[in-house]
């Protein structure tokens, strides 16, 4: 990406030495930005325990090279 631009952050549960965890990852939003070429994307990110128990979620914005949409629409 080029920038990191937000990120909120939810601390659900402890993980503990010898825990496995996995993280889920959802696209939850894109935008074309202002200027050619480049794009918004949210995602949400849950991370779980071998349990399947939502120990950490966060949700960054970033900004992210991309395709003209005007020039990849013809």
Same mark, same amino acid.
């Given at each position: 990406?080029?920038?990191?631009?937000?990120?909120?952050? #939810?601390?659900? @549960?402890?993980? =503990?030495? @010898?825990?496995?965890? =996995?993280?889920?990852?959802?696209?939850? @939003? !894109? /935008?074309? $930005? !202002?200027?050619?070429? /480049?794009?918004?994307?949210? !995602? /949400? &990110?849950?991370?779980?325990?071998?349990? #399947?128990?939502?120990?950490?979620? =966060?949700?960054?914005?970033?900004? &992210?090279?991309? /395709? #003209? =949409?005007?020039? !990849?629409? $013809?």
């Amino acid at each position: 990406g080029l920038a990191f631009l937000h990120m909120e952050l #939810d601390v659900l @549960g402890p993980v =503990y030495v @010898g825990d496995t965890v =996995y993280a889920v990852v959802e696209t939850t @939003g !894109s /935008r074309p $930005s !202002s200027k050619p070429g /480049r794009g918004v994307v949210t !995602s /949400r &990110i849950t991370v779980r325990n071998q349990r #399947d128990e939502d120990v950490l979620v =966060y949700t960054p914005v970033r900004l &992210i090279r991309g /395709r #003209d =949409y005007e020039a !990849s629409a $013809s």
